[in-house]
């Protein structure tokens, strides 16, 4: 996997298999390996040989080829609903499977209510894959009524090496656009009382630590005089979730227009958001609090200007306990920052010229992060120094006019497998907004060649 450690730059030719000369005079080759998926949001490889994907807007789990591309349906879920980032979303393949504890968890978006409202919730499903018919079967709900909505949802499932399910959840797009005049609760703690009346409201912006019956583990972090499933808090949206060596969990999050995030993620720590983005310097980001303003409902939200009425803060003035700092961040500015940037003046949509680059996962390798974003189609690469606590350096190892979701490693660790969403706005080579994607809905293969 060293191999790829390489910085590239390689844009597919109209030809599904392209190559590009490396700085050492090696080449990478890319292929499609499959297409027509329905937004992937999950892929990873199965102990059968075979790439196993979620697909969000699909609403199911399939099973892939990467020799052939073909795609064997293992579950379509019924009562999954999808209509902006919610849908069938995280996996998490058990170590047995295939050798005895043939068990695949699932999060996904459901609704909650019976009558015609549709009252989005997240639930945490338990699979057993039959060997013999190749599907996924007998759902079991680990955890349901989990906080459910349209925009920051996170759902990156791990099975830990503690044996232990981990996941995580967005803070709902709280205090935002639409979601303007709804609190955000990242800092927010679950009471005892909601805990055993099963009310999951608090935990919005959490990673979760789960028994794999979705109970709550006897060596829980106590917050708040409190041990529930909350292993940390104080997230924005954590969509990258994944172990490293000595058992590190390390995860990216998404930041607001700056500081998006690589973190570790360490047992009952707080991470600041909403009061801090990034770290706590004052460059940028100020936390405007528009679900308290006496006028919120009357007010339109701005990315740029906070109106009077919107309590403010800076990041030093918040006073919070157990601050965990990031180890990475894409990228911090100065409060000057032109966050309108001609490149995207044309099309308006700013925000893809925002300095952040929407890290949509994390995979581990050879004491390395693979970081796949969706603003300019790029896998970074985040080389971790011996103890695995600093992120050394980073390089970017190919670029694609895509939108990144997810990768998965070969066994020998040859090969990366990207998915690509189906739609939506990146980067073109020359960094201008469009939403051409070269291979949407694919699995793109890239090994050296």
Known sequence: MRRLALALTLILAASPV????????????????????????????????FIWATEKNG????????????????????????????GVLGMALHPGLLNGKDVVFVAYTYDADPGPDVVRRTKIARYTYDVRSQQLVRPVGVIIGLPGGVDHQSARLALGPDGKLYDTIGDQGANQFAAKCEPNLAQRLPTAAKVWARDWTAY?????????????????????????QVFSYGHRNA?????????????????????????????????GWPHVAGFPDDKAYVYGNWSVAPDCEELTFDDYTIPPSVPRNKKTDWRGRDFAAPIRTFHTVPSDHNFKDPTCAESKIWHLCWPTVAP?????????????????????RLALSPDGTEVTSVKPLWRTTNRY???????????????TDSAGHTKDPSGKPTNKLRNPGSILEFRRA
């Open 405 to 419: 979701r997810d990768t998965a490693i070969s066994p020998d660790s040859k090969r990366v497998y990207v998915a």
């Open 204 to 228: 919005q912006g959490k990673v979760l630590r789960l028994n794999q019956d979705g109970s709550i583990p006897a060596d829980n972090p106590v917050l708040a005089g409190v041990r529930s």
């Open 18 to 49: 392209a190559a590009v000369a490396a700085e050492t005079g090696e080449a990478v080759v890319s292929r499609v390996v499959t297409t027509g998926l329905a937004d992937p949001y999950e892929i990873t490889w199965g102990p059968d040989g």
């Open 239 to 271: 969509q990258g979730l994944v172990f490293g060596s000595n058992a590190t969990l390390y995860s990216s999050e998404h930041g607001p227009k700056t500081d998006d995030e690589v973190n570790i993620i360490s047992r009952g720590m707080n991470y």
């Open 360 to 380: 949509a996962s994390l995979d581990y390798v050879s004491g390395a992060l693979l970081m796949p974003v969706l603003k300019d189609g790029t896998v970074y």
């Open 59 to 86: 609403l199911r789990v399939v099973r892939i080829d990467p020799r052939t591309g073909a795609q064997k349906t293992a579950v379509t879920i019924p009562d999954a609903i999808h209509s902006a980032q919610d």
